[in-house]
C-alpha cells in the first residue's frame, strides 16, 4: 500500500533578469493505491500528474506532505536511507525509444540490474538466466528473438515491453506509467494496456496509470480509481466506471465532452460541455481554480476554495459546490437519446 | 483585403509510388496510390508510423525529400497541374500560395527569433507580395476569426504563444496567400483534449469559410471522425479503404479498417471487446514484395494473398476496398 498525504510541489523558474515566477504544480493531493490495484490520473498537461509519478519514482524531492510505503513514511527518512522504498516504486516513461540504451543489446539491458538483484538476494547465478527468460515471456515477448537485438531492431510495442520487464527486474509493488502507450501505434496500444492488466493479476503489482487520453485509463481494469487533476489539485475521485459514467464535477464534463466522437459507431452525449474560456495559468483566482473557466460558476465559488468530499450526497469525491451529473461522454449510435 | 472567390480546387492523385533509396535497394513508402480529393471536402488520412502517409502528403507539396523521389504517378491539382513535375521557382510560388501545410509539430515551427508578425513579412517578401499591408490585414482577419487577440499574437515570440496558440498561427501562415489546397500533418498531436477540440472546430470552420479542399494526415480516427467527410485509411504504403467517414466506421470492410477501429479504446461498452492487431506495423524494408501487404496479420488471410496484390474495389456504396476476401455486397 503505497499513501501520499498533501502532497505540494511548488516549481521556481527564472526566466531572465526579474522574470523569475512560481508554478504550483501539485496542491495538497491525497491519494491511496492499494496492493495489486489500479488507480489512474487523468488531466491536462500541467497539471501536475507527471509531477506526482515522478516524485513517487523519487526522482523529483517531495517539499511538503507525506509519502508513505509500506507503513513507513519516507518522507521522513534521510535521502540515503529512502532508496530501498523508491524501488519498490518503478517509472514507465511515454517514450520508449529514449528509455533504453541503443547501444546495449536487450540481453545486457535486463542481465545487469538481475546480476545486481541476485548479488543482493544472494540467489545463485543461474537465477539469472531464469529470470531473463522468465520476465520476457511474462511481457509477451520471445527470448530467442529478442535478447541479441539492439533496441532500433525492435518495434515501439517491442520496446515498451522491455522496458516494463526491466523495470520488473528489481521485483517492484508499483508500476507507474506515465503516457505509457501514447507514442505506441494504435493497433498496438490495447496489447500493452492488457499486459499492465495481466500485471496486476499474476505478479499482484499495482499501476498506477497516468494519461491524458482517459479511454486507455478503463483498459488497466475495470476495477480501477480515477482521479481527475486540474491544476495540482484532485476535483473528481472514484470508481472509474462511475466517473466516466457520471462526473459530476465541471471540468471532468468538459474534459471528457472534448474527447472525439466516432461519428457512426457514436453519438455525442446529449450534454456536452465546452469551458468559457481557455486556460489561462498565470490566473490564481481565490475560490474555485476552474470558476473563470465553469459554465455554472456562482458569486460564491469564487469566495474559497472547494474540498474534496461527497457534498450532494454523490457517489464519487468531488470538490464542486454545485455537482449535479450529466451525460458527457459519446453514446452508441442507435442506441439512448 | 483581396477576396478573390476562387473555387476551391480537387486533387487528384493516380498511380503515385514514391520510394527512398535506401541500402536495400529503392523501396516504396508509397505503391500505386490513387485518391481523389474532391473540391471543397476534408479528407483524413489515417495511418499508423510508417504506412506512408506523410510521405504522400508531402508528395502533395512537391516536397518529397532525397534520398525519396516519386517514381510514378502524378499528383494533378485542379488550376496548377503535376506537383510531381514542377520544380524550381515555378513550384516554389505554388507552395504556399496555392497550397498550404501546416507542419506536424508545428507548434514548434516557428523562428524562435523573430517575432509572428516579423515572419509575416518575410513571408510576404519571398512570395514578392506588392501589398504588405493588405497581407497583414489578411493574416490579422484569420487570426481574429480562429478566436486570437491579433495585434497580441502579431507581436509575440514562439515561446510566448501556448501550443494551441502556435498551431493557429501555422494554419495562419498555411493559409494567408490565399492557398485553397491545405494539408494539415497531425494537427493536434501533443496538444491537451480541450484544446485538440478547440482546433478541430477552427479547422472545420476555416474550412468551410475560406472554401478550402483540406487533407488532414493523422494516425487518430477520433480526429478524423470528428473534421472528415471522407476517411482514407493507409497500410504499408497502400490505401486499403477510402470512403464517407461515418459509413466506414460504422462498417468498415478492410479487416485492418476493422482491426484498427476495434483497437481504439473507448469510454464506453466492454473493454473486452476491444482487441490489439496481432503483428506490428510494416516498416520500409518489410513490406512484403509481393501480394497483399496487411496479410501477415489478416485473419481472412487465402492463398492468393500471398502472390497477388488485392486492387481497390469501387464498392456499390461508393468506397473502395483492397482486399480479395471483401466481395461486394458481403460485409
Redesign the interface.
Known amino acids: 500500500m503505497i499513501e501520499g498525504r498533501g502532497i505540494t510541489k511548488t516549481f521556481h523558474t527564472r526566466g531572465g533578469m526579474l522574470a523569475s515566477k512560481t508554478v504550483t504544480a501539485l496542491r495538497g493531493v491525497d491519494f491511496a493505491i492499494p496492493r495489486g490495484g489500479a488507480v489512474s490520473f487523468i488531466g491536462e498537461s500541467g497539471c501536475g500528474k507527471t509531477t506526482l509519478g515522478r516524485i513517487l519514482a523519487g526522482l523529483e524531492p517531495l517539499e511538503g506532505g507525506s509519502l508513505i510505503i509500506d507503513n513507513v513514511d519516507v518522507s521522513a527518512l534521510k535521502p540515503k536511507a529512502r532508496e530501498p522504498y523508491f524501488r519498490k516504486i518503478q517509472l514507465i516513461h511515454q517514450d520508449p525509444y529514449s528509455a533504453l540504451n541503443p547501444t546495449r543489446t536487450i540481453e545486457s539491458t535486463l542481465r545487469d540490474p538481475l546480476r545486481l538483484r541476485a548479488a543482493q538476494t544472494g540467489r545463485p547465478e543461474s537465477w539469472v538466466n531464469e529470470q531473463t527468460e522468465h520476465l520476457l515471456s511474462l511481457v509477451g515477448l520471445n527470448p530467442g528473438y529478442v535478447l541479441p537485438r539492439y533496441p532500433h531492431q525492435l518495434s515501439g510495442g517491442m520496446r515498451q515491453r522491455v522496458v516494463i520487464a526491466r523495470a520488473l527486474t528489481v521485483e517492484p509493488e508499483v508500476l507507474v506509467a506515465d503516457e505509457a502507450v501514447s507514442m505506441i501505434d494504435v493497433s498496438l496500444r490495447l496489447g500493452i494496456l492488457a499486459l499492465l492488466r495481466s500485471l496486476r493479476e499474476t505478479l499482484g503489482v499495482s499501476v498506477l496509470f497516468i494519461t491524458h487520453d482517459v479511454a486507455t485509463a478503463r483498459y488497466i481494469g475495470s476495477d480501477g480509481e480515477l482521479y481527475v487533476l486540474y491544476r495540482g489539485s484532485v476535483v473528481e475521485r472514484g470508481a472509474a466506471e462511475t466517473v466516466l459514467a457520471g462526473p459530476v464535477h465541471p471540468y471532468t464534463q468538459c474534459l471528457l465532452s472534448a474527447i472525439p466522437v466516432l461519428h457512426g459507431l457514436e453519438k455525442p452525449g446529449p450534454d456536452r460541455l465546452v469551458p468559457n474560456e481557455p486556460l489561462d495559468e498565470r490566473k490564481e483566482p481565490p475560490g474555485c481554480l476552474f470558476e473563470p473557466r465553469c459554465p455554472f460558476a456562482t458569486a460564491a465559488c469564487a469566495q474559497r476554495p472547494p474540498q474534496l468530499g461527497r457534498l450532494g450526497d454523490t457517489i464519487q469525491d468531488h470538490a464542486c459546490l454545485y455537482p449535479a451529473t450529466r451525460h458527457v461522454v459519446a453514446v452508441p449510435a442507435g442506441h439512448g437519446h | 483585403m483581396t477576396i478573390t472567390m476562387v473555387k476551391a480546387p480537387a486533387v487528384s492523385i493516380s498511380g503515385l509510388t514514391v520510394a527512398y533509396k535506401t541500402d536495400a535497394g529503392e523501396l516504396p513508402a508509397v505503391s500505386q496510390v490513387d485518391l481523389e480529393l474532391a473540391a471543397g471536402t476534408i479528407t483524413g488520412l489515417v495511418g ?2 510508417g504506412s506512408g502517409k506523410s510521405t504522400l502528403a508531402l508528395s502533395l507539396l512537391g516536397a518529397v525529400q532525397k534520398p525519396g523521389r516519386v517514381t510514378a504517378g502524378s499528383v494533378v491539382v485542379d488550376g496548377i497541374g503535376d506537383m510531381a513535375k514542377l520544380a524550381g521557382e515555378e513550384l516554389r510560388t505554388v507552395r504556399g500560395a496555392k497550397i498550404g501545410y501546416v507542419f506536424q509539430a508545428a507548434q514548434n515551427s516557428l523562428n524562435p527569433l523573430k517575432t509572428v508578425g516579423k515572419q509575416l513579412l518575410d513571408l510576404g517578401k519571398a512570395h514578392k507580395v506588392r501589398d504588405l499591408k493588405g497581407l497583414l490585414r489578411h493574416a490579422k482577419d484569420l487570426l481574429d476569426r480562429m478566436g486570437l487577440n491579433a495585434d497580441r499574437v502579431l507581436d509575440a515570440y514562439q515561446h510566448e504563444l ?1 501550443g ?1 496558440m502556435r498551431q493557429r498561427v501555422g494554419i495562419m501562415f498555411a493559409l494567408v496567400l490565399n492557398a485553397h489546397v491545405l494539408v494539415l500533418d497531425e494537427p493536434t498531436t501533443a496538444l ?7 482546433i ?1 472546430q477552427i479547422v472545420r470552420d476555416v474550412h468551410k469559410e475560406q472554401g478550402l479542399t483540406t487533407l488532414v494526415v493523422t ?5 478524423v ?2 473534421v472528415a467527410h471522407k476517411i482514407a485509411v493507409m497500410y504499408g504504403g497502400r490505401i486499403v479503404e477510402h470512403g464517407p ?6 462498417e468498415p470492410r478492410h479487416p485492418y479498417t476493422r ?3 476495434h ?7 466492454d ?1 473486452s471487446a ?4 496481432p503483428g ?2 510494416p516498416t520500409l524494408g518489410t513490406i512484403p514484395k509481393q501480394g497483399c501487404v496487411f496479410r501477415e496479420r489478416c485473419a481472412l488471410r487465402m492463398e492468393v494473398c500471398e502472390t497477388v496484390e488485392p486492387p481497390a474495389q469501387r464498392m456499390l456504396d461508393g468506397r473502395t476496398v483492397a482486399c480479395h476476401a471483401v466481395k461486394e455486397g458481403a460485409a
Request: net charge negative; no cysteine.
Open positions: 499508423e508510423s501556448s494551441g491537451d483534449m480541450i484544446t485538440q477540440a478547440n478541430l494516425h487518430d480516427v477520433g480526429v471522425a470528428e467517414v461515418t459509413q466506414v466506421l460504422a482491426g484498427l477501429i483497437a481504439i479504446p473507448r469510454l464506453t461498452g473493454i476491444a482487441k490489439a492487431l506490428t506495423p
